[in-house]
């Protein structure tokens, strides 16, 4: 195996989850590992390595990814993906993702205040995959350790995510919008 595979994944408070795996060229061995676990922040979880801000070292933040995902997926279970032999059944459930997609498309991502910028770095493995980012896996270790971690980072959609929360919160209840 001549790759390593890093995955990692965004918790907002209200325990959604998702994940996503980067392959670095090059392997982890044992202190690579240790490198890696000591410069992330300790959050207490035995069983991962720590948290990071994705976006402080040149890996997506993932904030945003639950809607893609949801699109995405409903877009998939509705008619366009039909086959053209479709029963009744099943084209009545793809016209209720089709709806589902249509409303999704309405409401955009939304930045919640139980919204935080670390994400939990789950897991490393060597795989045969191919790599999926340009850092060898020796740079992105000595991009970890040479980060200060920002608490108060926002990623590159933050304000667009704020906006769409303000305007959520200003339809439902006026006198609660944010003013950020």
């Known amino acids: 195996m001549k790759n390593t595979a890093i995955t990692y994944r965004y918790q907002d408070g209200s325990n959604n989850k998702v994940f996503k795996e980067e392959v670095f060229a090059g392997t ?19 069983d991962v390595m720590g948290d990071f801000v994705p ?4 890996l997506q933040d993932l904030q945003n990814a639950f809607y893609e995902r949801h699109m995405m997926l409903a877009k998939a279970m509705g008619s366009e993906g039909l086959a ?6 099943e084209r ?22 139980d919204d935080h910028p670390l994400h939990t770095l789950d897991d490393v493995a060597h795989t045969d995959k191919p790599t999926t980012v340009e850092k060898t896996l ?8 040479t ?7 926002t990623p590159p959609f933050y304000e667009e ?7 959520f919160i200003a339809a439902e209840s006026p006198d609660e919008a944010l003013n950020t």
């Open 28 to 46: 982890a061995d044992a202190e690579s590992l240790k490198r890696i676990s000591a410069a992330l922040v300790d959050n207490g979880e035995p």
């Open 55 to 58: 976006g402080q070292v040149g």
């Open 147 to 153: 980060t200060e971690w920002d608490g108060s980072y």
């Open 138 to 145: 020796q740079e992105f270790i000595e991009k970890l350790e």
């Open 84 to 89: 053209d032999d479709a029963g009744h059944a």
């Open 161 to 167: 995510m704020i906006a769409n929360y303000d305007a």
């Open 92 to 113: 009545e459930v793809a016209a209720r993702y089709d709806e589902l997609h249509a409303t999704m498309s309405e409401t955009k991502p939304i930045w919640w205040p």
